[in-house]
């Protein structure tokens, strides 16, 4: 069963209302069987038009998992410490490859 990946593009507004949201997501992450791949970190663009203001990208053992974790109790108290926080948040699920092509 391939892994799956939320990919995440936000701004944060408020980051004091910001850092409540990150007082409780990451333990709802762990909850789920997720990590944390990418939290922020420094990028550049390397083709396309696409700008993201921050990144992050998190790995899950499966599809399923990911979208329990989203729509858990955990997470959703998680997102409403979110409310206000961000000026944008995308979020996207995507299926890992079963097996990588060579």
């Given at each position: 069963?391939?892994?799956?990946?939320l990919?995440?593009?936000?701004?944060?507004?408020?980051?004091e209302q910001y850092k409540k949201y990150m007082a409780e997501a990451p333990a709802a992450v762990?909850?789920?069987?997720?990590?944390?791949?990418?939290?922020g970190?420094?990028?550049?663009?390397?083709?396309?038009?696409w700008t993201?203001?921050?990144?992050a990208l998190l790995r899950?053992?499966?599809?399923?998992?990911a979208k329990?974790?989203?729509?858990g109790e955990m997470y959703r108290q998680a997102r409403a410490q979110r409310a206000g926080a961000t000026q944008f948040f995308n979020m996207i699920l995507v299926?890992?490859?079963?097996q990588p092509v060579f």
């Open positions: 069963m391939p892994s799956a990946y990919i995440v593009d936000m701004q944060i507004a408020d980051l762990q909850a789920a069987g997720g990590e944390y791949l990418v939290r970190g420094r990028f550049e663009v390397l083709e396309g038009d993201p203001a921050r990144v899950f053992p499966s599809y399923e998992k329990a974790f989203y729509d299926e890992g490859v079963a």
